[in-house]
Structures are given as C-alpha cells and as structure tokens.
C-alpha cells in the first residue's frame, strides 16, 4: 500500500505538468514535426527518383529499343526544339523527350521560338516549327518530322562512327531504289536511311566502276540485257572483296552469267510453288513461304513466315573458295513448277520438278587475307518481298532488315521501335450493350436508393 501511494503520489504531479502544456506550444510542435516529415519526402524524392507507367500499351514509356539506343551513348546529348513552349505543339514534345529524359537524365533540352530566334532557325536549317536539332559529340542532325522512331534512329546514327554506302545498280529496268511504284524499293530505302545507311544509284554504263567506298552492292535482275563491260566491273567489284545482296527473279539473267559462273550458284528451273501459301490467302499458289528459321545468324530472331511471290529456287553448291554460310528454304509441300501457273498445278517428278523444302535464299562467305575479314554474299530467289507492294506483309520487313545485317556486316544493327500503332475500337456485343444500360439505368440507381434508405432508418433510430 505504500509503494502504491508513493507512485500515485510522485505521478499525478507529473500527468498535472503534462497536461497544462500551452496549446501553442503543443501547435507548434506539431508543425515543425509536419514540416520535417515534408522536408524528408522531398529529399529522399530528389534522391531515388521513381517513375511507373500504368498505362496498358505502356504510352508513357520508351520501347525497349529507345532504352538500348540511349544505353550506347557515352557523351552528352542535346535537344535544341524549335517551337514556343507553352503552345499545345511544344507541350507535345516536352513530353515526347521527358520519357528520354528518364532514361537519359544528362540530356538537355532547351526550346527556342523560332520567330523570336530567327537566325539560330536558319542556322539549324528549320523550316517548320516544331523541328528538333540533335547535337553529340559535334555532329548534329535537324528532324523534319517528330516520334519515338525517327528521335531513336536520328540519335542512333548521331552515334554511329560513320555512314555506310550501299550502291544500287540502275539503268536498265532494274527496281529503283528511290521509286514509288508497286515493283520499287523506296520504302525499303527509307529503312536504310533510318539505320545510317546511304543508298545511292549507280549506273556502270556511265561509272568506270563500282566506287571503292561502297560497303554493299545491292542488285536487282534487269529488265533489259546489261551492256558489255558492266558485267566485267561487277565481278572485279566482288574480286576485292566487296560484298553483294542479289535480288534475283525468274527468267534470264539478262547479262548476270559471268556472276553466276564466278559464285558457282546453281538456279533450279521455274517458279517456286507452295501449297502453304493459301493459308496467307494468297490469290496464287507461286509464293514461297519461309516459315521455319534456323537459330543461326541468318535466321535467329526471325518468327513471322515471309512471303516471296514469284521467286525461284537455288541448289547447294558453290564455286571453289566459296563456303555456303547458311539457307532459308521453303516447307516440305512446295516445288519447283515449270509449267504454266494456271487453274490446278501438280509436281511432276517426271520432268524434274523437286519437292520441298527449296532454298530460296543463299549466304555465300569467303575469307579475305588474314586478318579474320570475311567476304559476305547473300542471293535471294526474289525481289518482291522487299518492294513497295510487299515490305510489310507478314514477316517480309523483319527478313529485309535481317539479311541486311547479315550481309553488311553489321551484327549489332540497331533495331528501331515500331510505327506507333492506332487505338482499338471498342466493340460491344448485343449481350454486353444490355449488361451496360441495365447497370446504368438499374444498378447504380438501385443502388443509391438503398443507401438513401439506410441512411435514412439509421437516422431514424439514432
């Protein structure tokens, strides 16, 4: 009894002192712990910065292929945007760059109106507002059009160590590179140029011969006979060393024998045909389709099946110091056809039509000198899948740009984010339509009615 007197003794003295603290005082202790809590947030914000994108197709987040564009550079990058930055356009950019600035916190950004900076526009070459200049490590490109694709392909060539040559032999009906036809290959060549390739066209009737600089040839068969001597100077150019993306088609080689005795490449008669090709729904059953890649460095990565109309077949056998490097070929239910292409079509192995699987594309290497370099030749049975009409069916870009970087000796290629793609519509049923206007006329007023109610007896009891 007292232990318990002596502590209820020295303890009230003690709950009296606490509670007669001045309300003041206990305000102002609340408010410094307040703003000390606030002043802890905004520093560990500044220091271990978080961003998460909820979105469903990820909109507010770079692609994967932006992220390994960006994780290849190793200096400083600028942006310069020409456009006023509290307009809608230039709101649309600084969030467009604020994703590259997440990933790439050193890149600088800084906008300038371009009509009250007239001179530094010129400078930059703008024409249009809303154009971005790229500056790294001294060089600098002006984008004409703004998106994830072309910002990403502009600073991935900004950080190429240089620009690659690719001739493309013209003059005699071969696909233009440059052309806007169906049987052209201008979208193809955009491709090209997105990658830091420069496509040029080269005429050997008027060139004394392939320039020196070239990376790559790329060939197209001729609608008509080459003149004597252009043949001469496209095998000199593959005596050095130089490398060869042949587009070939059925028919004649129009002049192309001297290539085709120096690869030692042997051409099946006839047009490929593939019963497969009606799962496409393909109006002709003269398509081959590649439908199984290899795990090699042809075909690894590849997973659409590429459709090539028209195309032809090769044998497996090269010319001596040549090495056959890898094929793609064609499924088991195709052959060769050498009779006509019309109603019903059936092999005939009487006369020698081969049944599948056909090579339809070759990869030819040679080595040169010791030094470990190798010479790249790559024949494909046909052009179409690269042309205007043909780039994006199925799995044909995807083949384009992998055979390109097989046969340029660009490994590590860079690969670009796709287009952005259009927003789905969305589609309801009779069924969901009628879930929809009962629990918007029904439910939820339901609902609402019962809680008034509630509310209204638990007053009432209260």
């Known amino acids: 009894m007292k232990t318990e007197c002596c502590v209820t003794r020295w303890s009230k003295p003690i ?7 001045e309300r003041p005082l206990a305000d102002g202790l609340f408010a410094l712990l307040l703003l000390a809590c606030v002043v802890a947030a905004g520093w560990l914000i500044a220091r271990h910065d978080r961003y998460w994108d909820w979105t469903g197709e990820r909109a507010n987040s770079l692609s994967p292929e932006s992220a390994a564009i960006l994780s290849r550079l190793d200096a400083p990058l600028r942006a310069t945007v020409f456009a006023d930055p ?23 950004v800084r906008f300038l109106d371009p009509q009250r900076f ?35 392909a502009a600073i991935a060539r900004l950080a190429g160590t240089r620009a690659s040559w690719v001739a493309v032999l013209e003059g005699h009906g071969e696909r233009k590179i440059d052309g806007q036809g169906v049987a052209d290959l201008g979208r193809f060549a ?18 004394a011969d392939v320039p020196v600089n070239t990376q790559l040839v790329l060939l197209s068969n001729p609608a008509l006979a080459l003149f004597p001597g252009e043949a001469p100077r496209l095998a000199r150019y593959l005596e050095r ?25 042997g051409v099946l008669p006839g047009t490929v045909v593939d019963a497969k090709a009606a799962e496409f729904e393909s109006k002709t059953p003269a398509v081959a389709v590649i439908a199984e890649f290899p795990d090699d460095s042809l075909g690894a990565g590849l997973k659409d099946p590429a459709l090539l109309p028209g195309a032809l077949a090769f044998e497996t056998r090269t010319a001596p110091g040549w090495t056959l490097a890898g094929y793609l070929s064609t499924g088991s239910e195709s052959w060769n056809e050498t009779g006509r292409l019309e109603g019903k079509v059936f092999r005939d192995e009487v006369i020698g039509e081969q049944a599948g699987p056909l090579p339809v594309v070759l990869a030819l290497t040679r080595p040169l000198g010791e030094d470990g370099q190798v010479q790249r ?54 069924d969901r339509r009628l879930l929809l206007g009962l629990g918007a006329l029904v439910l939820l007023p339901g609902l609402f009615l019962v809680a008034g109610l509630t509310m209204r007896w638990a007053r009432a009891r209260g």
């Open 118 to 152: 007239p001179e530094q526009a010129r400078d930059a070459k703008v024409t249009l507002a809303g154009q971005i200049m790229l500056e790294y490590r001294g060089r600098r490109e002006t984008l004409s059009r703004v998106g994830e694709r072309t910002l990403s």
């Open 15 to 21: 709950l009296r002192a606490i509670m007669g603290i």
């Open 241 to 265: 060393g130089g490398n060869l993306l042949w587009l070939m088609d059925p028919g004649p080689a129009d002049g192309l024998e001297p290539l085709l005795d120096l690869l030692g490449i």
């Open 190 to 207: 955009q491709e090209l140029k997105e990658r830091g390739f420069l496509p040029r066209s080269l005429d050997l009737a008027t060139a």
């Open 377 to 430: 030749v790559l024949v494909v049975g046909d052009g179409d899948f690269l042309s205007n009409a043909q780039l994006d069916a199925y799995g044909n870009r995807a083949l384009g740009l992998k055979l390109l970087r097989w046969v340029s000796g660009e490994e590590g290629l860079f690969a670009l984010p796709p287009d952005p793609a259009s927003a789905a519509g969305l589609i309801l049923d009779q």
């Open 86 to 108: 509290q307009d809608p356009l230039g709101k649309a950019i600084e969030r467009l760059l604020a994703r590259y600035r997440h990933a790439l916190p050193g890149l600088v």
